[in-house]
């Protein structure tokens, strides 16, 4: 029985490690709007970091700092230690007319570090009423995003910054 525990440990971490998104996508809130109005639970799923137009949509960037998450959900600081990535970004686009959540969008966003040198693109995966993905932001300073969008509703883009602290 021992042997069974260790190896359900050892795939447990695994798990984590390949992909460090599913918990939030198992938070009954991750992903949650009300008709198409972000705001209650996802207010408590990271920081806002940006609130304005895509394209046709209305757009909202937040970032989670996925350790801070998931230790709200109760994670061993064991199992956070071995996450690849430490944020999630979110991008949640709504109809401004239905007031509904663009579920059939996907996108892009590059990333530009604090150094300006080195940027990294990453694909936006839909997950849920939202679009996301893991991304690595290695150290302190300012990040700029610029995000594009394609979906039945049209194509936009939208760019932000972001200070990261530690």
């Known amino acids: 029985m021992k042997g069974r525990t260790r190896a359900g440990a050892i795939f447990l971490a695994a798990l984590w490690t390949a992909v460090p998104a599913w918990v939030l996508a198992m938070d009954p809130r991750h992903g949650e709007t009300d008709q198409g109005k972000t705001g209650g639970a996802m207010e408590s799923l ?17 970032l989670i700092d996925m ?3 998931l230790e709200k959900e109760g994670v061993s600081a064991g199992a956070i230690a071995k996450l690849a990535a430490k944020h999630h970004l979110m991008v949640i686009l ?13 996108g892009e966003v590059t990333i530009t570090g604090p150094d300006r040198s080195s940027s990294s693109k990453v694909p936006l995966i839909v997950m849920g009423e939202h679009i ?9 300073g300012e990040y700029r995003f610029h995000v594009t969008v394609e979906g039945r509703g049209g194509k936009g883009s939208a760019s932000f910054s972001y200070r990261l602290k530690r």
């Open 67 to 69: 350790k801070t998450q």
């Open 132 to 140: 996301g993905s893991d991304v690595s932001l290695p150290k302190p």
């Open 46 to 62: 990271g920081e806002r970091i940006f609130l304005g137009k895509a394209g046709p949509w209305e757009a909202e960037a937040r």
């Open 94 to 106: 709504t109809d401004p007319k239905t007031r509904r959540p663009a579920v059939d969008a996907v």
